[in-house]
């Protein structure tokens, strides 16, 4: 009885499939040997250099280590201290969503907008203009020219400028007064909004198959706007998807602006973002277990507003 219950648990129509499928796949990969072989160097530093470091982050985070001692395990506890205790950190997380849903949407919308508008431009002119938009993010000293218009003496432009004007009888601390950083912080990161995202929208353009708009003039698009919505965009999807990605990434990975022009830490946390609580608990106090708490949380807002982005852009054309 016994061997016929093996024999019939091996020839069990789920091990069966299970088999062919395995089979199957074996022989598709073999089929396909060469084009693994090509992508095997990009996967190996991939895995090396981003998804083990997401891992490890993650099992560490579940630890208490300060690089001088091995990670010792405490389970939860540096997130319920994250959430539960560390008051800096609700300030940051807030500052975070407050900045990411300002810069983020308008920052994209800005980047396709100027692309479009850029793309019905001549050849010439259009490589200028795209210049001139884009070398705002790959200017290397840019917050030097920040720090001198929103100077809080009276040389600083904007302080000199309201003073011509009587609008102001003092200068203003632009960046030292907690209710005016977050709007300065916001006013430079969409200046310098236009980078790898405008670049994209204007290759996706550039490549958009001429034929289809012809074809929608004769099916019945009547203006610009409709064309657009049911032509454009939709035949833009993957330029959109990688374009929202990288705005999505920008605009909650923010730090190195708030650290250049309010400080490190800025007045009253005012400036305080996720990531600039990371490089506190990281690079000075070398708590790397609970930075990498914070690591993961930042990991998980992100990975969860890029996949409601994609549901978004899928109901473009709709």
């Not at 431009?121 to 795209?130: N, W």
């Not at 923010?254 to 996720?274: E, K, M, Q």
Request: hydrophobic letters at 50%; one cysteine or more; glycine letters at 6%.
């Amino acid at each position: 009885m016994r061997a016929e219950t093996v024999e019939a648990r091996a020839f069990s129509p789920l091990r069966l499939e299970r088999r062919f499928q395995w089979s199957a796949l074996r022989r598709e990969i073999y089929r396909n040997r060469h084009y693994y072989i090509l992508m095997a160097p990009y996967m190996i530093i991939f895995f090396t250099f981003t998804v083990l470091p997401v891992l490890a982050s993650l099992g560490i985070s579940f630890t208490y280590f300060n690089m001088l001692e091995p990670p010792r395990f405490i389970g939860w506890q540096n997130y319920s201290r994250l959430f539960l205790n560390d008051d800096v950190f609700l300030i940051a997380l807030r500052n975070t969503f407050y900045f990411a849903i300002i810069t983020g949407p308008v920052s994209y919308i800005a980047c396709f907008i100027f692309a479009w508008i850029i793309n019905e431009l001549p050849p010439k002119i259009r490589a200028f203009m795209t210049l001139v938009f884009y070398a705002p993010s790959i200017s290397g000293n840019v917050y030097y020219i920040w720090q001198i218009i929103f100077s809080g003496d009276k040389y600083g432009y904007i302080n000199g400028i309201l003073m011509k004007l009587g609008i102001i009888l003092e200068p203003i601390q632009w960046l030292k007064d907690e209710r005016y950083i977050m709007a300065v912080l916001i006013i430079v990161q969409l200046w310098m909004s236009l980078g790898t995202s405008f670049l994209a929208f204007i290759a996706g353009l550039q490549t958009l198959d001429r034929s289809l708009i012809e074809a929608g003039a004769v099916d019945g698009i009547k203006n610009r706007w409709q064309e657009l919505w049911y032509i454009v965009l939709p035949s833009m999807r993957p330029q959109l998807l990688f374009g929202a990605v990288m705005q999505i990434t920008s605009s909650l990975a923010v730090a190195d602006i708030s650290v250049a022009l309010a400080g490190f830490p800025s007045v009253n946390y005012a400036g305080h973002t996720i990531v600039t609580h990371l490089m506190d608990y990281g690079s000075i106090r070398f708590e790397m277990g609970y930075a990498s708490a914070i690591a993961t949380v930042l990991f998980v807002i992100m990975l969860g507003t890029n996949l409601l982005t994609q549901k978004l852009l899928r109901k473009i054309g709709g």
